[in-house]
């Protein structure tokens, strides 16, 4: 009841970026890239937001395994952080986009920067709606109640299709077509999310919606599990940032190449992610009612889950990819270069990264999120960041050896956090 609606939001919120590429593919390979990299910066913020979420369904959630009272008043708190700290950020990305992109990609080609420049301005003004929808969307999760969510990103992906369809093609907007959709498709959501979370016949209920009422401890203990989250998120994806500038460099087949390879994957992620969230509120309870037993034994469940999901979806992927990338009419050069990373990246797909990703909300869970971060900032910096550019500096592997780095970085957390894991460290956290 609490996974499959999960899954279900999470594979419609990957359409709407698969979507996108595949409309504006339409278009050309530099619109492609210009959005795919945007999108690096707008999957930073919403990874941020995510965490922040993510505290506050872990704090939810072990009030609720332990019967407490406040519940409804945290939801609130959160639901105002997210809020506040989504405003501040599309009002600076709004004011300063062109030089962000310019040191982030100024190597790139004059048309890519036009299309990533028009993209930017419009996805910023949608922050605070993708803010209200990831709180309250936590929050219902932390309720246990999933549907809701799930109803929100159904309307969200239709609203997109419909949108897409109607300002690319029927009035030729093209990029910014893209772009309006996505806004007004979140706009949406977020509008009926807020109406609903208002209702009495919801375990956690936000109402009134707007107070001048704040509880500075409760905030701390958001903060306390989101900052740390959040941080560990932001500079893994500031990573991937300097990563995909540096990728910027090795010209418009490989950028379209790893954005149409990484959205790919991204799909074969949707179970295991979705069972991720999942982890939060079902592990949160039971630490909140002390059965650390129960909560381990949930554990073994959900993570044979994520692995069965992972292998179901990966083998169709890798013995049909040819057929799969032909959707987005692509040049030889750009066609053979996805063929190639998909085969390096599949076996460790299956044997790894569900340890990798997934299995770190059992330690956020439980409130052992400062091992979570300094582990994935680690990762990602020595990993992931710094042998992706000592493969290209010294061994002149390109794309590739972005892609080698990235596996090592996957392996690397896998085996510290089941290290961690086993150890029975996470036991002692306490959040409430």
Known sequence: MLILPLIASRLIEVSIGAIDTVMVASISEDAVSGVALVDTINNLVLLVISALAVGGATVLSQYQGRGSGNTNTAARQLLYIIVLITVLLAALFVLFRSQILAILFGDI???VMEYSGIYFLVTSLSLPFAGVMHSLAAIYLSAGNSKVPLLASVLMFALN???????????GLGVAGAALGTMCSRMAAALMLLYLIRSHRNAIRV??????????????????????????NGFFQMGKLLVQSLISTFGTATIAANAIVNQALNFVMVPGMAISLG???????????GEHKQAAANVKLLMRSVYAATVILTLPLFLWCSQIFHIFRLGEETFNLCILLLRIATPFML?????????????????????TMTVSMASMWVMRFGMSYALHAFFGLGI???????????????????????????RGKQVI
Not at 351 to 371: E, K, M, Q
């Open 207 to 232: 109402y009134p919606i707007f107070t001048r009422e704040l509880h500075p401890q409760m905030i701390k203990r958001i903060l306390r599990i989101g900052v740390p989250t959040g941080l560990e």
């Open 109 to 111: 080609e004059q048309s």
């Open 400 to 426: 590739l050896g972005v892609w080698y780095a990235m596996m090592g970085d996957w392996i690397v957390r896998g085996v510290l956090f089941f290290a961690r894991y086993r150890s029975g460290k996470w």
């Open 161 to 171: 299709l419909a949108g897409n369809a109607l300002l690319i093609y029927g009035l």
């Open 351 to 371: 044997a790894i990264w569900p340890v990798a990703f997934p299995f770190s909300n059992v330690l956020r869970a439980s409130g052992d999120v400062t091992y």
């Open 279 to 289: 982890i939060i509120p079902v592990v949160g309870r039971c630490i909140g009612a």
